[in-house]
């Protein structure tokens, strides 16, 4: 059997998965590996750290340095990492709880700092792994282990939050639309400050189930029939867009990272320390 030229990008030995069949974070996984790949990035500089939960599950299965650190905390220790070995590029990987409800904390500040490395956030809109509670992306009125009656609060836009937290790179896909997605993650990993990728992912075991798209498909469904390009969006009113997923690249600017900042601090402190 031919051996595919990206296998060599996962832990063959972690295989088969635990993830349910059909979920999205396969998809993701498989987008990033194609992303890396596209690139031609060194695997021995990639480094890979996640928080806990079913997506956050990836570090496993991903064969480059990687870190499965504690529930929203893979931001934090992300940023460890960068500071620590620069050289490295490093993405945070994880869910809407993981990186937005605990973690929602450390995701803001990394965008505020602008953190040089990618954020990629696998919203199923759900917590996966403990069993289907509501999320801070829960949409509103959709049923959840925790809100059997209908979720009461409003959702979090991840996009809107990175831009307004200071991200330099924020965009936007779902595991329906492949192509686009190792595109902006192509791009997440070329950009130099805090990148954010946000991905609609299926979680139909849970989020699917409880709200009448008990298949994978039938979620794949729905991100291709709600979703719209950022171009096509802009000719639409506020009417039309209500419960469309705007996907596309956001925002892409450059902004001094925090390594900047701090790599100058030392290289004066250094220089006026030897004249005293
Ligand atoms: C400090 C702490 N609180 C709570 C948990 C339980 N817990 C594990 S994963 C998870 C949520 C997972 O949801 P998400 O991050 O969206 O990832 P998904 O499973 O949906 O991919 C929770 C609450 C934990 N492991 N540690
Ligand atoms: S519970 Fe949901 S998110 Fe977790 S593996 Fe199954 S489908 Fe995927």
């Known amino acids: ?46 480094a890979i750290v996640s928080g806990i939960g079913c997506s956050s599950r990836v570090t496993g299965y991903l064969n480059f340095s990687t870190m499965h650190t504690l529930h929203g905390r893979a931001v934090a220790f992300g940023t460890g990492v960068k500071l620590a070995r620069p050289e490295f590029n490093v993405i945070v990987m994880g869910g809407d709880g993981d990186m937005l409800a605990i973690g929602g904390n450390h995701f803001v500040h990394a965008c505020r700092r602008n953190m040089d490395m990618t954020m990629i956030v696998f919203n199923n809109n759900i917590y996966g792994m403990t069993g289907g509670q509501y999320s801070p992306t829960t949409p509103f009125g959709k049923i ?93 009113t506020d009417e039309e867009l209500k419960d469309k997923i705007v996907i596309g690249e956001f925002i892409s600017t450059k902004r001094e990272t925090y390594l900047d900042r701090y790599s100058r601090l030392i290289k004066q402190n250094l220089a006026m320390s030897h004249k005293e």
């Not at 965009?171 to 400050?193: C, D, F, P, W």
Request: hydrophobic share 40%; net charge positive.
């Open 144 to 236: 959840a282990s925790t809100a059997v009656k209908g979720n009461v609060e409003d959702s979090f836009d991840i996009v809107q939050m990175a831009i307004t937290s200071g991200a330099t790179f924020v965009a936007r896909s779902t595991v329906y639309h492949y192509n686009q997605m190792v595109r902006v993650i192509q791009k997440a990993l070329e950009h130099k400050g805090a990148a954010v990728v946000e991905i609609l992912t299926n979680c139909h075991t849970y989020f699917g189930r409880y709200n009448a798209m008990p298949e994978a498909t039938r979620l794949l469904e729905f991100f291709k029939n709600n979703s719209v390009t950022i171009e096509k969006a802009k000719k639409m």
């Open 1 to 46: 059997m031919a051996v595919s030229r990206l296998a060599k990008y996962l832990r063959q030995d972690r295989l088969p998965h635990v993830w349910c069949p059909g979920c999205g974070n396969g998809v993701v996984m498989k987008a990033f590996i194609d992303a890396v790949d596209r690139e031609g990035l060194d695997p021995d500089r990639v």
